[in-house]
């Protein structure tokens, strides 16, 4: 009788813990789900953005995916970084319609969603951010002119989303002031570490041809893509930048060409 009486005490406890946990789960939602329908973009923005904390949950790809749709560019941002980070295929065309928003920076964070979800449209915005042009030789819209021409905005962009697009570990101090100039180069130098991954040669072409770039930043950037891009075709197009007078430069371009030449090496002797 003691025993069947302990038994049925516990199972009382695990039922009340499973009713707890439950009732926490629900009043978690509903944060979340105030959070999203708030008449504070700023609240709407950040629990929007932390849906990307909650890979494969449909009901989190939902609320992502109609927040994709907000007026507010800071809100659409949060839903296609969270979107990228979710993992979910089916938000591919949602995040390809996305690329023609009138926000530069939510057209950024698409790219990079789409990039993350192995869908290659991505590349193509960071190819144009990079070479102001689109791939295939094609000229861009004139929105998508202006946006790359407003360096006020592209500057504000590189410096909110610094971190992310400028190797800070690498070059140092300098990038850091870079970032406080009304300059595109620290987005610019973003689109070409993005592009290191994208397997058209179109754009192992165009990273060859940002090593010439006005700006050391951009140079050293492009030069660090070459390497991870590991094509040793490349190896002729970087040689100069190992005579650059900017340490970023020439010690990239050095550790690019042992890197590509290493692979070269390589290659040759599985022949």
């Keep these: 009788m003691i025993r069947e009486f302990r038994l049925l005490f516990i199972l009382a406890l695990l039922l009340c813990a499973n009713s707890a946990a439950q009732t926490r789960k629900e009043r978690a939602w509903q944060l979340l789900e105030q959070g999203a329908g708030s008449k504070n973009f700023s609240s709407r923005a950040v629990a929007v953005r932390v849906l990307g904390l909650l890979p494969a949950d449909t009901h989190a790809l939902a609320m992502a995916e109609k927040a ?3 007026e507010e560019p800071s809100v659409r941002i949060a839903a296609a970084t969270a979107l990228g980070q979710i993992g ?8 390809q319609a996305s690329l023609n928003d009138p926000d530069i920076a939510v057209i950024l964070a ?3 969603a789409l990039t993350a979800l192995g869908d290659d449209a991505g590349y193509d915005v960071y190819y144009a951010i990079l070479t102001r042009y689109r791939k295939g030789g094609g000229n861009l819209l004139e929105e998508q002119k202006r946006m790359l021409k407003d360096r006020k905005q592209l500057a504000k962009l590189g410096f909110e ?3 992310g697009y400028v190797p800070f570990a690498g070059f140092g101090y300098g990038a850091i ?4 100039k009304d300059d595109t180069s620290p987005v610019r130098a973003g689109a070409a570490r993005a592009l290191a991954n994208d397997p058209d040669p179109a754009s192992g072409a165009a990273l060859a041809e940002a090593t010439w770039d006005h700006s050391w930043i ?4 492009a030069l660090e893509a070459v390497a991870r891009r590991g094509d040793p075709s490349l190896l002729p197009q970087i040689e100069h ?3 650059s007078g900017h340490d970023a430069v020439k010690f ?9 030449t290493t692979i070269r090496d390589a290659r040759a002797t599985k022949q």
């Excluded at 979910?88 to 995040?95: E, N």
């Excluded at 951009?218 to 950037?221: D, K, L, Q, S």
């Design 161 to 163: 989303q610094g971190i």
């Design 218 to 221: 951009v140079r050293a950037a």
């Design 177 to 180: 002031r870079a970032l406080t």
């Design 241 to 243: 930048a190992l005579g």
């Design 110 to 112: 698409s790219a990079h």
């Design 68 to 70: 994709l749709q907000d």
């Design 252 to 260: 990239t371009a050095a550790a690019a060409t042992i890197r590509l």
């Design 88 to 95: 979910a295929k089916r938000a591919v065309p949602k995040l």
